[in-house]
């Protein structure tokens, strides 16, 4: 599957066109087509930075509803989240259930 984004021109093209064409085109066109690393790890990857960042915000919400949507289970993030509270914060964690439960209620 091959990752498309049109956020940054949906959102910023008239505004911040070059950083539009970083998110479309670069970030999202060329680093996330990488075939190294597949969709779901690439998806949890993302999460633990987000998280470990301390983003809580519509970014996180987006990459996890990405995650769940190539594959990682409610067990998985939950897993996920609770090791990423040793090394993250245990704040970062709370936040980050908080919006992973919401994703994840079927």
């Known amino acids: 599957m091959t990752i498309k984004q049109t956020a940054g021109r949906d959102r910023l093209g008239d505004f911040a066109p070059d950083f539009a064409h970083f998110n ?26 987000l998280i470990a960042s301390g983003i809580t915000d519509s970014s996180l919400i987006y990459h996890l509803q990405n995650a769940k949507n190539n594959g990682v289970t409610k067990e998985e993030i939950a897993a996920s989240i609770t090791h990423i509270a040793f090394y993250a914060g245990w704040p970062k964690a709370w936040a980050a259930f908080n919006l992973a439960k919401d994703v994840w209620t079927d």
């Open 24 to 49: 479309d085109d670069i970030l999202f066109g060329e680093n996330w087509n990488i075939e190294a690393i597949d969709l779901k790890t690439r998806c949890l990857l993302t999460v633990t930075t």
